[in-house]
Structures are given as C-alpha cells and as structure tokens.
C-alpha cells in the first residue's frame, strides 16, 4: 500500500458538459457544437489537484464494475492517484452527471446522480497526514475520529450540506462563504462569519467566496486573499480544485498567505475549461502563473475583527 499524504473519501461520476450561450428554455431544443465528457465529484476533482501539485494522494470511493468505472479508474492511474481505498461493486452502476454551463459567465445547471458512499469500515485503514471528506464520503459515518488513523487530521468540504457535522471533529473546516451566511446568518461580517464556526468546534476555517477569493481564520490569524482574473469557461469544479490546492500547499508546509494564493489561483487556473479538472494546474504552471501575477512575498491582508 502507498503512502500518501492525502486521501480524498467521496463521490465519482462520469460527466457530459455542454457549454451553451444561454440556458435552454423549457420545450426549447439547443444544438452545441461539441459535448464535453469528463469526469466529475468533489472528493475526485480535489485529488486530481492535489495530484497535479505533486503531493501524494488518494481516492477512496464507491465505483461500479461497468464501463464508466473503467473510466475513471483509467483516469486515477493517469493522475498517479492511489487507488488501494477504492471499492469496485457489481451491484452499484457508476454514477453520472449532466452539466450546462453557459459561455463566458461559467455559471451552470448540474443535474446528477447521488454516488453511493465507500463502506469505510472494509477500507484499509485511513491513514495519511489528512484525511479530505466531501458530503458523500460523510454520509452515514457516525464518528469521523472513530474511522481516521490516531494523529490524522480531518479536513471536509462543506460546499453541499452535510447532514449531522460534527465541527469538533474537524481540523480543516472548508465551507462557502454562502454556507457560512446561511448558517450563521448574512448580516454577520466575514471574519465573525467564519469565527462561529471556530466556535462551533473547528480547528481553522477556509473559505470560499467565489471571484473574491478566499478567507481563512486560524489559531486567531484572519487573512483574505483576493482572487484571481482569468478568461472564465466554467466554474465548474473549482471550489474542489481549490479545496485540493490548499491541502496540498499545507503538506509542503506553505506558510498561511501562500496557502490561499495557492487555493486560489488553482481555482482561477481550473476554470479555463468545461470541466473542474482537464486545466487543473501543475505546480510548474501554478509557479510561473503566481510568479507574474503576485508580488515577493506573496500578498495577503491579515484583518481585524471585522
């Protein structure tokens, strides 16, 4: 078994893209020049990152014995994504996604299967320097601590909802910004925002906010990174790509603002295709996009208490 410093416990599916000029109307008829196939889920999308940025990895998912799991697992191998947690079933089809993003804007419309959830109590044991959990690879797992080697650390996307979250099992807590506003309410500023979930039992606190980058709050420290400007295809993936890159700069034991430039610009750099995945960034190409597009050192704002 490979030792990895990351393993990625969540949803895979085979996508079909299509990147249209305006959303299809109802009984309206489309015709695009190409459909995109790819390949999709938050867990999946933040391994490929972390893979592209050479930190070891892997995934540890539910995929069926069919074509569409061939798919992915090729992918994996091409990735040099470990694959020792995957559960191949024969009783499970591989899961699927539809995707419509509009050109230029990268908003979209996702329609899409539920993957099944890995069984992780007949998983080698997880072991890594963290563990990364989307809302599927949550879902059913009483402890999140009861499942995780001793001394690894739990790190969940929360983009979706995730029923029953326990935040004080949770080192690395990755929200939206929007999720930090529905939970604790949108008149809160951002800094207080990510502090009630501090409060609530996370470690630290990364979050998203979309084209204005990201926050994070640790040990007291609050920081905001703006993003980043590049020529949007889809944002499709993005906030996985993100979550992927900021795993992978603080196993290379980046300091705080580099983290989120990081984050960041991972995110920017992924949304020059349909997919979350196929412009994922190397860390030559993520070096020499920072390089020109940051000042030394890198920049951030450390905040206040608001």
Known sequence: MRDVAVICVGGAKVDLNALVDAFPTQDSRTLVEHLYDGIGGQAITAAVAIARLGVPVAYCGVIGCDAPGDTIMQRLEDE????DWVERRADVHTSRSSNIVTRGAGTRAIVTERAPSPDLSRMPPLKAQY??????????VRSLRGIVSKGVKISIDAGNPVPDLKLAEIDLYAPTMARLAADYGAARPPRQLLQCAIDDGAGEVVATDGARGSYLLSSGDFRHVPGFTVDIVSTLGAGDVFHGAILAAICLDKPLPEVLLWGNACAALSCRAVDG???????????????MNTKSPPMATALGAT
């Open 80 to 83: 040099g994504i470990a694959t």
């Open 277 to 291: 995945q196929s412009m994922a960034p190397r860390r030559d190409e993520l070096e020499a996009f920072l390089a």
């Open 131 to 140: 563990v990364h959990f989307d809302d599927v690879g949550h879902e059913k």
